[in-house]
């Protein structure tokens, strides 16, 4: 089995228990949850509003990227992610994951806790909370993305999750669900991190709060990709359906000091 890394330097029928994250349909409202903000990189504050027609650089479309994956670094300014650091902050996070988490677009359910009994694991992802819709202070993220060609005007992304990631956390191997459209962008704030991708022997997207995300039959090709901070990664064709991602928990060197990293993950719904 052999790794392929990328140094920093290098540059249908849905299963119900995911489809009802992000389904369209009437719903309770969420309780918000508040919480102090946890420690980050230091940052400067500026008091200005994101450059709009800021462009993305130069694609970095390396040999060994997974089939239809690319990564754009300075995909924002300093600034920029200044900016959003410290909207994210004040809002109200998720917490019934390992992670922090908040939800943009659609419907979600909370996770049961692992000691949950069926029962109860049943109650907790019967109840489907409304999302609140993406909010302003990210427009000029999906503005940048339509106008550098990732998205249209009629295919927008509809959903955003935001997770928060420090010294241990990280995210099981998995396919982004098929009910979504392509592409899937993500944008790391703060911290830079590799992911990890797994070559899959057909496209599939099975869950991993199932389990069959983890019985989904492998090649063994891996390969590692570097997500620089501040910087933006686009999921197309076969890195989106044949290629699970994950980020490994038991990376910890180089977090240290407060390390933290965000990202902002953009879906959209499939158009007829």
């Not at 592409?183 to 997207?205: I, N, Y």
Request: aromatic letters at 8%; proline letters at 8%.
């Amino acid at each position: 089995m052999t790794t392929i890394a990328i140094s920093p330097s290098s540059s249908s029928n849905k299963r119900k228990t995911l489809h009802d994250y992000f389904a369209t349909h009437s719903a309770s409202p969420l309780k918000k949850i508040k919480l102090s903000p946890t420690t980050h990189d230091s940052l400067p504050k500026p008091s200005i509003t994101p450059n709009q027609t800021q462009k993305p650089s130069t694609t970095s479309n390396l040999p060994n990227l997974p089939p239809g994956l690319s990564f754009h670094p300075n995909f924002i300014t300093p600034a920029e992610e200044s900016t959003l650091h410290n909207f994210l902050d004040c809002e109200s996070w998720r917490t019934d994951l390992s992670r922090r988490t908040l939800h943009y677009g659609g419907t979600y359910c909370f996770m049961p806790p692992r000691t949950a009994t069926p029962s109860e694991r049943k109650a907790i992802e019967s109840q489907i909370y409304t999302a609140s819709p993406i909010p302003p202070e990210l427009d000029f993220l999906i503005t940048r993305m339509i106008s550098a060609g990732f998205y249209t005007e009629r295919n927008k992304p509809a959903f955003c999750i935001v997770n928060e990631y420090v010294p241990g956390h990280g995210i099981s191997a998995h396919v982004e669900n098929f009910r979504f459209g392509e592409p899937v962008c993500a944008v790391t704030l703060a911290g830079s991190d590799v992911m990890r991708f797994h070559e899959l022997e057909k496209a599939d997207d099975g869950s991993v709060r199932t389990g069959k995300a983890g019985k989904a039959p492998r090649t063994g090709v891996k390969r590692d990709v570097w997500l620089e901070r501040r910087g933006m990664m686009v999921m197309t064709g076969e890195s989106r359906r044949r290629w699970q991602h994950e980020i490994t928990r038991g990376r910890v060197k180089g977090k240290e000091g407060g390390w933290r990293r965000v990202s902002l993950t953009f879906r959209t719904d499939v158009k007829d």
